[in-house]
């Protein structure tokens, strides 16, 4: 349970400096930046938000809601590989390029312990036959 919250935070974390580095390499004046603080604030409110559910989800071992977790962290690891051909387009983006890519590695990860980590049981009853 700790690994499965603590890589979905720890995504959150790299999707949130994402948003500080694309606010400080803005390009225009419809685009996230410093100068306009309320927006700034409403955007990362909206990616907590979106990262709520695989931070609750990750508290739960059923089968059926990891795979539904598996599967909404899997639209996060798109959301990072996306950003990556984005950081080649932009000025001074390689910041961007280097956080997508860490947010693609963290994000592949959080979704494979999420498939492959089962708890351990101790107090399981086991039948070694006769």
Do not use: H
């Amino acid at each position: 349970m700790f690994k499965r919250f603590s890589l979905a935070f720890l995504t959150m974390i790299l999707a949130i400096a994402t948003l500080f580095i694309a606010a400080k390499n803005s390009v225009g004046d419809n685009v996230i930046s410093f100068d306009q603080p309320e927006v700034m604030k409403i955007s990362i409110g909206i990616v907590v938000l979106l990262f709520l559910p695989p931070l609750i989800l990750s508290f739960f071992n059923n089968n059926v809601v990891k795979v539904i977790n598996a599967a909404y962290q899997a639209f996060i690891v798109l959301t990072f590989l996306g950003l990556i051909p984005v950081g080649f387009m932009i000025p001074n983006g390689m910041m961007t390029i280097i956080i997508s890519i860490l947010g693609t590695i963290v994000s592949i990860a959080s979704v494979f312990v999420v498939i492959f980590n089962t708890p351990k049981t101790s107090n399981s009853i086991s039948y070694d036959g006769p």
